[in-house]
């Protein structure tokens, strides 16, 4: 075995940023010897990640409990706790496109398809300490692997799993520690924040919970179960929120992140402490620039909360449209408010929940009843006005634990990819009557998320890596298509086609205005404008600065172009 020190060099060495990267099965690939080896140095053993509908199979004598996989297939966190699952089932499979044949493990066992890995990763590292990483980042230098991060799974660019790749797991990183005093590494005297430091596995409803026994709240992600990783892609590809009008997005509530890089370095990244890498990872995307094993935020006082609750429907589109115009047009002075949430366009029907920190209910039926009272007009002409009503809450937090800490998100389990644009507030000002009926005719699943503006768009451009057209939309609009398991690769590119022309309608409203990653297609061409924005030479300079092994490459990720498709050897 080759001495630490030698590894360690050998992960900066330049034919390893040359060479394309090893994977299962081929001669390259570690013998048993060699991950012995690095088991010894771990604080858990190595795993061996297996799609979860495995325990189906074979099907006339069942390795596992079929009836837990079946009963927790549409999860999400259950989905979270299974290392080889991805929350849309699509990225755990691998269609080979050289001989037109798609490797995966159905639960749907009734399709006769055998169970195979896909895009499963083969080995990984279940990861609970700091010093997990470093090893499992060294090794896989020394090794020339390809190499996947994973939390929870909750990506659709498929960026948490690649075939034949060595994984490291960060979902039981649980670290919580809240400090009412904390100054960021490197910061002058004085400059302190009430903030809470999460460790790189700790999910929503944990940092939610976590926070509210000090009476604050976090700007964080939002899902039925609170599932989706708080320290991972969620705050690398930008971060949005209900809260995001009052106070930004939650890149602009990070104060550090802690980072193992190529290198195996571990550094404290802050302002003050290596400030260029603390500007890519704010929107520079998941999986790009390093291993973050923690993500520290201010926290805001708990306040009162008041929501918004409306629900609609009618078959009838030109009705639909004059209530989605009305609806764009009022959405301006509501962000300005403070409001925030997620409104759904979904075959002739609407509704929306917003939220609102800190206001009265007085001022939410202020902010509201010129919008529902024209809903409501709308009967003449076949609109059916199920909710329309608005409602307080002592917390934030209570408000949350009402809407969210219960239920299930809807994708989890299913084949499911989804296209979005940032829609600049200009374009609602100035046509929203036009917006409206776009979306009414779109005739499909729209979601309208309203958490950009007020606060978002008082933060200077150029503070963070994000995509800078985020400081100028008022909304992000989300559509999706899906397929069953089972489906031909024939079927499954209509989707994909189906995808790409949903998203063309949405360009359509403000061409170049950009997409929010973490919600976008995989098939965008001119992905380096429309995820990065300006910023995507910047941020490109930097990874090479920091991951100049180029250890760290995802679909759709800074510097990805340099890569094959599989982002497995040099293009």
């Known amino acids: ?102 490797e995966a493990c159905y639960l749907n066992t009734t399709l006769g398809a055998p169970c195979e890995q896909g895009s499963v990763p083969v080995v990984g590292v279940d990861a609970r300490t700091t010093q997990d990483v470093i090893e499992a980042v060294i090794f896989a230098g020394t090794n020339n692997l390809k190499v996947v991060i994973k939390n929870t799974g909750h990506d659709y660019l498929g960026r948490s799993t690649a075939r034949g790749s060595f994984l490291i797991w960060t979902h039981n990183m649980k670290d919580i520690t809240y400090d009412d005093d904390f100054s960021p590494s490197g910061a002058p005297p004085g400059d302190t924040y009430e903030a809470i430091t999460l460790g790189a596995g700790v999910q929503w409803h944990e940092a939610y919970s976590a926070a509210n026994e000090h009476n604050r709240i976090l700007v964080g992600g939002l899902t039925h179960g609170g599932s989706v990783g708080a320290a991972g892609g969620w705050i690398l590809g930008g971060g949005h929120s209900a809260l995001s009008p009052s106070y930004g997005l939650g890149v602009d509530n990070v104060l550090q992140f802690t980072i193992v890089t190529s290198d195996g370095e571990h550094l404290t990244v802050s302002s003050y402490s290596h400030p260029d890498l603390f500007w890519a990872l704010r929107g520079g995307g998941g999986g790009t620039f390093g291993v973050v094993t923690s993500v520290t935020y201010r926290t805001h006082l708990s306040v009162p909360a008041v929501a918004a609750v409306f629900s609609a429907n009618t078959t009838n589109s030109s009705t639909m449209a004059k209530m989605l115009g009305e609806y764009a047009r009022m959405s301006p002075a509501l962000v300005d408010q403070g409001w925030g949430g997620y409104g759904t366009n979904s075959q002739g029907s609407f509704q929306f929940l917003h939220v609102a920190p800190n206001a009265s209910l007085a001022s939410a039926n202020d902010s509201y009843a010129s919008f529902f009272d024209f809903a409501r007009s709308l009967s003449e002409d076949g609109l059916d006005v199920q909710a329309a009503y608005t409602q307080s809450y002592s917390t934030y937090y209570e408000w949350y634990q009402t809407w969210f800490s219960t239920g299930e998100p809807v994708g989890p389990g299913m084949n499911i990819l989804l296209g979005s644009r940032l829609l600049p507030r200009v374009v609602v000002e100035v046509n929203y009557t036009h917006v409206g009926e776009t979306l009414a005719n779109l005739g499909i699943w729209t979601q309208w998320v309203l958490v950009a503006g007020g606060a978002v768009s008082k933060v200077d451009p150029e503070a963070t890596g994000l995509n800078p057209a985020w400081r100028t939309a008022l909304a992000e609009l989300v559509t999706a298509v899906e397929w069953p398991e089972g489906s031909t690769i024939a079927d499954i590119n209509d989707q994909h086609t189906a995808l790409t022309q949903k998203v063309s309608v949405l360009e359509g409203l403000a061409p170049g205005s950009g997409a929010y990653l973490n919600e976008a297609s995989p098939d965008e061409d001119n992905w380096q404008w429309t995820f990065f924005g300006s910023h995507y030479d910047r941020l490109k300079e930097i990874k090479g600065r920091y991951d100049a092994a180029g250890m760290f490459v995802v679909a759709k990720g800074v510097g990805s172009e340099d890569w094959d498709k599989e982002q497995i050897c040099p293009a």
């Open 1 to 102: 075995m080759l001495p630490r020190l030698f590894q360690a060099f050998l992960v900066l060495s330049p034919p390893s940023a040359l060479a394309c990267k090893c994977t299962y099965q081929s001669l390259c690939w570690p013998n048993a010897d060699v991950f012995a080896s690095l088991a010894t140095r771990l604080s858990q053993p190595l795993t061996y990640p297996r799609p979860p509908e495995s325990a189906c199979y074979p099907i006339n004598d069942q390795s596992g409990d079929c009836a837990e996989i079946q009963a927790g297939s549409l999860n999400a966190t259950w989905r979270a706790d299974q290392i080889g699952s991805m929350q849309s089932i699509n990225f755990e499979t691998y269609i080979d496109t050289n001989r037109s044949v798609i």
